[in-house]
């Protein structure tokens, strides 16, 4: 990972040497000992480099504009100084009153929403703060109750969360905080009408975090909308891809391709795989071609429900699938670590959705291969992504 610090900032000074001496620890940020605690859990001991710029940064109550990929350890970068700020607000109170919602993170997928949530979780167990996660496809009715109880971090997709809104199951008079994590990808999913509707009913002083693994013009015109005078925190190149990961192309006669995918998996004995598809039938015809030769594989794609994504990708956690099979939206935000390799079936056709891919291998600074196959018909894909890369 290329640490190129687009700090102009005489604020962001102690962050840049952070990132110089990765000897810097958790411990200097002056976090409170319950999140300390609750790092040490974790078992994390130094930041990673968006975090060591992103916590000093946040933690004095400037607006931010990270550039970060998943995989970087941004939620933490985000979590961590949201966490610490709230600290005195908590309180062991059982009245909904005394736990307004504080600070709001919007996601643009389940999975990202559930995975930042059980980050917030984490890092907040050993304080009285609660949090909660609200997304669409499953039943408002449990989400409702925890709202009203009141807590103080909530994490959710736009829609949802407009939904509980105007069942007044949750008031966002007193947010403090707002985080849009993965905006590029909010944007590309048509959700500026619901971001616009939900900034208008938040407090005017407020601090925003926003985060976006690419920084197109509509996202720094995004940025100017809602951000005052924020501070560019950039880790890996935008639109650059990650320098441990090793990128191979293979061009194959269509018709070949699935069993050039099942090939490669067998031949490097792959265990934890994610297989790009651009198609949801794709994804399943590959899917179940694998799963008739003996590979474990699932798929996962917009048209299966929430539990049937959710148990696909705690099966694939678990070991229990070795392939999971997925298009770009059901995949974007999980949170798998130390995943050696991805493979693209398909070129995507948007070259950025081939950073995102490829970004979860090598997570981490962890080393990992990107595989892809193509067909004559997808020279103009490749090249597109070669632009892009510039490699
Ligand atoms: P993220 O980019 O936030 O999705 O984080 C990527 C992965 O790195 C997650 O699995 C985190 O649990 C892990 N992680 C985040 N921060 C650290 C850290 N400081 N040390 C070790 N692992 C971390």
């Known amino acids: 990972m290329s640490d190129t610090p687009n700090n102009n900032d005489a604020n962001n000074n102690d962050a840049v040497a952070a990132t110089e001496q990765p000897t810097v620890r958790f411990a200097d940020f002056g976090l409170a000992p319950e999140i300390l605690r609750a790092l040490s859990d974790q078992g994390y001991v130094h930041p990673t480099p968006i975090q060591a710029q992103a916590i000093p940064v946040v933690l004095k109550g400037r607006d931010v504009m990270g550039a970060a990929q998943t995989g970087t350890g941004k939620t933490a970068g985000f979590s961590l100084p949201i966490i610490q700020l709230l600290m005195e607000h908590a309180n062991p109170s059982m009245s909904p009153a005394r736990h307004p919602v504080r600070a709001l993170v919007l996601t643009p997928t389940r999975e990202l929403a559930v995975q930042v949530a059980e980050n917030v979780k984490a890092y907040s167990r050993h304080t009285p703060l609660r949090s909660t996660v609200v997304f669409g496809g499953m039943d408002m009715k449990p989400q409702t109750e925890t709202l009203r109880r009141g807590v103080e971090i909530v994490i959710a997709t736009p829609g949802r969360l407009l939904d509980h809104v105007e069942q007044k199951n949750i008031s966002l008079g007193q947010v403090q905080m707002l985080v849009m994590d993965e905006a590029d990808r909010m944007l590309d999913m048509g959700f500026l009408p619901d971001l616009q509707r939900i900034i208008n009913l938040l407090p005017k002083k407020r601090q925003n975090l926003m985060f976006s693994a690419t920084f197109s013009p509509e996202i720094k015109k995004l ?169």
Do not use: W
């Open 223 to 391: 940025a100017n909308t809602f951000l005052t005078d924020p501070l560019t925190i950039e880790v890996a190149r935008s639109n650059a891809t990650a320098d441990k990961v090793t990128q191979v192309v293979y061009k194959v006669d269509d018709e070949h391709k699935r069993d050039v995918v099942e090939h490669i998996i067998r031949q490097r004995a792959l265990k934890q795989v994610i297989v790009f598809s651009n198609t949801k039938i794709g994804a399943s015809r590959l899917s179940r071609h694998l799963e008739q030769r003996g590979i474990k594989a699932s798929a996962i794609h917009g048209d299966k429900t929430q539990q049937e994504r959710m148990a696909a990708l705690d099966a694939f956690k678990k070991g229990e699938v070795e392939v999971l099979v997925a298009t770009d939206v059901a995949a974007r935000g999980l949170d798998i670590s130390d995943l050696p390799c991805v493979i693209n079936f398909d070129l995507p056709y948007n070259a950025e959705d081939y950073v995102h891919r490829i970004g979860r291998t090598g997570r981490a600074g962890a080393s990992g291969d990107a595989i892809s196959v193509y067909s004559d018909k997808d020279e103009r894909l490749l090249s597109d992504i070669e632009k892009l890369i510039k490699q």
